[in-house]
């Protein structure tokens, strides 16, 4: 039976790889700091103390980490994935790079015959948790078909949207429309309160208008309970608005208003809330 | 019988008016370029040559105008509003003002003993054409419940915010969002297509995600037939802005985020796209 | 011999008056608090309790008010100047304004039979007080004759622009360029911090270099001794770029920098800094 | 005699050799196309067909490179530096790049036994054929006093600033205030045009003006030309503002303001401006 080697168990990962294990998935785990893996471990994975040591007894890896810088690291390190590539191996990357990072990874794989996928998916903590990620994925299509019954334990749909880069661009268009939208919302939200509307009415009738995209709905609770307990870290949604103003610069467009956005994000992160959910920019825009 | 004046017969009023109409109101209007009422009195609208004459012969006034300045031309010319109006009289401005605006205006009519609505609508053509307008209302409820039998006749819902420059308040906010909506959006599938996704992919793909506000589903076929005859125009669009950050200047209030999407509209408007459809900012982003 | 009215003893105009006085003008003062012109008493002004008043006694009154808003209710108040003007006397506003503003006054000063200039300064708290300003006129070149003795008196030069609103038209510009210097030079100036440099050794090298413009070397004693007592207060200088804003929404330009510049002087306003000279952007970007 | 490798013959890097010819430096010269060598080897310098062939007869090379990308070429390919450095060997990167860049290359040349300066130089074409350039230079005191007599050579001035990186450091700084003084004159230029100025009044007035940094009076007969042959392309300051950005995202600082800056250049090369001299913003923001 295909056994999976799952790499980067933070918030996302964590939750991924368990939802394999529930599947009866053979499952092999590594992680930077060990404690993370533990449950998964009491839970039946086995436990591989470097990605070399993963890759060398698994078929397929899933790697799922939080900067391009990362991914360099455990493919590159001296105990990395690329010293323990078998030829043929199949590489599913889920972490949220830029396109040219993805293309050029891909690339480097192939170099050493390893087949590989971009894959970053939708959805943050609670559809990992629940299995209802959606995976945006760019590669061949046959690669596509060989990871897709693992996609469908971890999600609820996957899309094949072309050559390597693919899947790394349109998650980049996602997250550039989310962080856009939180980040808008909540400095009309602030001006709706200085205006004189108690931040209920706000809620109320602004997250159930059409000029509001519905996923801002799921923080409601957050804003009204001033908790920002992380479930898309807001450090996270920094860099992921770094990696499009690369994009941006590679494809020579002009992008003023992500840029904006990017540095609202940054302000935040510079207040020391980069640990705290995205919302968490509601105390930045104080 | 109560008889309505309506004044302002663009794109929104003429739609409006005509619903008050087929409800049997009795009504007379005015507009400064009389061949825009012609339709109306067709179908029994009286005509009034001046705000003073529509004012003196009605009970109830409609304004329905493009920016602050008409408005106070409207009211305080030689032939306009406050020459006519009546004690009593009860003055709706559904424009879109900036709050601070109809706080000023609402205390000139108290001052001659006029009682005033601001009661602006959100919504554009199509709502305004189906009497599916919302009304979002400031002023006394008094007031609001008389005015309320022809809000429920020209929209679906309307309701009571509060005291005067709420109704203009709530309304600031929610074209703020989709101001922003439309402007990140659009650099949005610009950077998908510069990603090599053809539009219809993108805008299958993005248009349905729970990142996107729904409200944008309705401009997708002007996106795709490249037709962008106006239901919002665009320089309307930016004059609201222009009002937001007005607003936000008087209540001392930093928006980065509005102001970067109002220069994103100046620009499209500076290229002569200002009487489009607010979705053309899609050819100026090119 | 020409008795002159000064009206608005703030920052500015106490010192301006001074020399006037100085230079035994026979002046008549006021300001809406009287304590500001004490000094002025002492020294020979006499004292008029409203604009009406001063301008009743004197054949050419100066203006040099806060925002247009002050302006407009010097002159259309109970007491103001409005009811106070005989035919032909030359009124010269040294109030930053925004051009349609003055081209606005001068239309209804016309209608009075009253002369208008506008004649903003350039320079702040020390060249007022050395009487080195520099005065921008928009006007007639026969009205500008007449002023040019007194603008020598408070000035070292004055330049004649054109017609009305010409002057508010060149001051706006400049004040556009010293709010963009000092905002993209803090910025600079706190990015250089983070790389390590010592604030000094930044400011040694910075200032003297020719991409920094000649004026910020002012300031280096308030960085260095974080003293922002204020020469040119930091909320005027936010005013001035609302009505940079304002202008180039009259004017159909798109100026994304200049909102961007002012959206940042709107956040160390809303902290609290306004009353601080501008240099403390410092301590907002922090 | 110590023999110099020259790496780099664009706009500056040519200039800055032959300098270094005239003084009668032994010199070896190598760039991606032979041409641009050609008027240097008729003056005598020597050709290396690869980078490799230039440090295996050098004692000392000097690299001016557009990228930190195209500086990794130079050393890292096939035929590259890193392929021939002798140990000791002295590498002084003329380029500008990112501070952290700087400082990588440094840790790669110590790991071969190369010592390294980061010496960016401010100052353009003109500058640079007249041997007036100034140099910035991080490193140690003494590496830097052995390049100090081709920096006199070269430039009018050079500073050491400390360890690796603060060359670099200290030339975004200075980039980012021309940068940000291009693009705000400019904008503020087009406002003035919008009220009426002709273009020659507002380069008189304002060009001359404390406001205005003294390095933008160079580029007033480029305005009143029309002509924007480059001498600092427009192009390599929207990178440098890239490496701004990136800089300030290590660094954990927002800059609202240079990213702003950075698009307005972004949508200026985005047009095709972009080998133009960055003046041609002027073009772009019509």
């Given at each position: 039976?295909?056994?999976?080697?799952?790499?980067?168990?933070?918030?996302?990962?964590?939750?991924?790889?368990?939802?394999?294990?529930?599947?009866?998935?053979?499952?092999?785990?590594?992680?930077?700091?060990?404690?993370?893996?533990?449950?998964?471990?009491?839970?039946?994975?086995?436990?591989?103390?470097?990605?070399?040591?993963?890759?060398?007894?698994?078929?397929?890896?899933?790697t799922m980490l939080s900067t391009p810088q990362i991914v360099e690291d455990v493919y590159y390190s001296d105990q990395g994935l690329?010293?323990?590539?078998?030829?043929?191996?199949?590489?599913?990357?889920?972490?949220?790079?830029?396109?040219?990072?993805?293309?050029?990874?891909?690339?480097?794989?192939?170099?050493?015959?390893?087949?590989?996928?971009?894959?970053?998916?939708?959805?943050?903590?609670?559809?990992?948790?629940?299995?209802?990620?959606?995976?945006?994925?760019?590669?061949?299509?046959?690669?596509?078909?060989?990871?897709?019954?693992?996609?469908?334990?971890?999600?609820?749909?996957?899309?094949?949207?072309?050559?390597?880069?693919?899947?790394?661009?349109?998650?980049?268009?996602?997250?550039?429309?989310?962080?856009?939208?939180?980040?808008?919302?909540?400095?009309?939200?602030?001006?709706?309160?200085?205006?004189?509307?108690?931040?209920?009415?706000?809620?109320?009738?602004?997250?159930?208008?059409?000029?509001?995209?519905?996923?801002?709905?799921?923080?409601?609770?957050?804003?009204?309970?001033?908790?920002?307990?992380?479930?898309?870290?807001?450090?996270?949604?920094?860099?992921?608005?770094?990696?499009?103003?690369?994009?941006?610069?590679?494809?020579?467009?002009?992008?003023?208003?992500?840029?904006?956005?990017?540095?609202?994000?940054?302000?935040?992160?510079?207040?020391?809330?980069?640990?705290?959910?995205?919302?968490?920019?509601?105390?930045?825009?104080?």
């Amino acid at each position: 039976m295909t056994k999976i080697a799952f790499i980067g168990l933070g918030i996302m990962g964590s939750r991924m790889a368990l939802n394999l294990l529930k599947a009866e998935v053979p499952l092999i785990v590594h992680n930077r700091t060990k404690d993370k893996a533990n449950e998964l471990i009491e839970k039946g994975a086995e436990w591989a103390s470097t990605p070399k040591e993963a890759i060398e007894k698994a078929d397929i890896v899933f790697t799922m980490l939080s900067t391009p810088q990362i991914v360099e690291d455990v493919y590159y390190s001296d105990q990395g994935l690329k010293a323990g590539f078998k030829k043929g191996t199949l590489w599913v990357d889920s972490s949220t790079v830029n396109p040219s990072f993805s293309e050029k990874m891909a690339e480097e794989a192939a170099s050493i015959g390893v087949r590989f996928l971009d894959a970053p998916v939708s959805g943050s903590l609670v559809p990992a948790e629940k299995g209802e990620l959606i995976f945006l994925v760019g590669g061949t299509k046959a690669d596509f078909d060989e990871a897709k019954p693992y996609f469908d334990i971890m999600g609820k749909v996957s899309h094949f949207l072309g050559e390597n880069g693919k899947g790394s661009s349109m998650k980049l268009l996602i997250n550039l429309l989310l962080a856009q939208s939180m980040a808008t919302f909540t400095e009309t939200l602030r001006l709706g309160e200085a205006m004189g509307f108690p931040q209920t009415q706000l809620l109320e009738t602004l997250l159930n208008h059409p000029v509001t995209p519905p996923i801002l709905a799921g923080k409601k609770s957050k804003w009204i309970n001033d908790d920002y307990s992380p479930e898309f870290p807001l450090k996270h949604m920094h860099k992921d608005l770094h990696l499009v103003a690369e994009t941006a610069f590679e494809l020579n467009r002009a992008m003023p208003l992500a840029n904006a956005a990017k540095e609202v994000f940054a302000q935040a992160k510079q207040k020391g809330l980069g640990d705290l959910d995205l919302s968490a920019l509601y105390k930045s825009i104080e």
